[in-house]
């Protein structure tokens, strides 16, 4: 299993920091565990395949180059910092 781990600055509270990490198997197109913390709380989630490609057929995108944008913003970390938005609701 892979695994990334991120700091991030949500746009909706630019003060606080969040760690998020994002784990996979084979690929991150074929589904994903996420968690999320601010250090005090964690929230856990899964992202299955076939959640993945309902997202991408939602936004009218090639479901490749959807999961290409979302290993940029889960786990690229530094080369995409500033080009990605999180807002945590």
């Not at 959640?51 to 290409?68: G, L, T």
Request: glycine share 8%; aromatic share 8%; charged share 30%.
């Amino acid at each position: 299993m892979e695994k990334a781990l991120n700091r991030i600055h949500p746009v909706s509270d630019p003060e606080a920091t969040y760690f998020l990490q994002v784990s996979w198997e084979k690929d991150l197109g074929t589904g994903f565990g996420i968690i999320l913390s601010d250090g005090q709380c964690a929230w856990t989630g899964t992202v299955s395949e076939a959640d993945i490609s309902r997202e991408a057929a939602d936004m009218e995108m090639d479901r490749k180059k959807y999961v290409e944008e979302l290993k940029k913003a889960l786990i690229a970390g530094e080369e995409s910092a500033g080009k990605y938005n999180f807002a945590v609701s």
